[in-house]
C-alpha cells in the first residue's frame, strides 16, 4: 500500500486488512472525484492516470500514481477541501468510510496506533507554532 500518514503506525497485517476493504474506481477525462465542502465519505490511491486537485484561491495541483486524498475523510466525514477532478481516464483505489470504522471496532489495536499518529502530528504542528 502507498505510505499514508495517517496508516503510519500501522503494522503490515493492519495494512493489509485496511487494503483489503479497498475497491477500484475508475473515472473519464474530467469527472470530477470529489466535490470541495461535500461530507468525506472515501479515502482514494491514485493507481492509474492523473487527477488534478483543486482548492479555493489556490493553484491547481496535478498529482499522479501513487498519490492519495481524503485520508481525514475516514476518521469524521468533514466536508471535502478541496475538488479533485480526473486528468484523463484515473484509477483509483477507494476505502469508504463506513468499512474503515466497521474494521476499526473489530480492531481496537488499529484504533489505538492511529490515535497515536495523530498526536504525533498534532505535536509536530504545535511545536512548529512555539518559536
Do not use: W
Not at 3 to 22: E, S, T
Not at 109 to 127: D, F, G, K
Request: with cysteine; net charge positive; charged share 25%.
Amino acid at each position: 500500500m502507498v505510505d499514508i500518514p495517517l496508516f503510519a503506525g500501522l503494522g503490515r497485517r493492519h495494512l493489509n486488512k485496511v487494503a483489503a476493504l479497498g475497491r477500484i474506481r475508475r473515472f473519464q477525462k474530467g469527472a470530477t472525484i470529489v466535490t470541495a465542502g461535500e461530507p468525506g465519505d472515501a479515502l482514494y490511491v491514485v493507481l492509474e492516470g492523473e487527477v488534478s486537485v483543486e482548492r479555493r484561491r489556490l493553484p491547481g495541483i496535478t498529482r499522479g500514481v501513487g498519490s492519495f486524498f481524503g485520508e481525514m475523510a475516514l476518521l469524521d466525514g468533514g466536508p471535502r477541501s478541496a475538488t479533485v477532478v480526473a486528468r484523463g481516464s484515473v484509477a483509483c483505489l477507494t476505502i469508504s468510510r463506513s468499512g474503515f470504522q466497521k474494521l476499526l471496532r473489530k480492531e481496537p489495536a488499529m484504533s489505538a496506533a492511529l490515535l497515536n499518529e495523530l498526536a504525533t502530528r498534532l505535536r509536530a504542528v504545535e511545536a512548529g507554532t512555539k518559536k
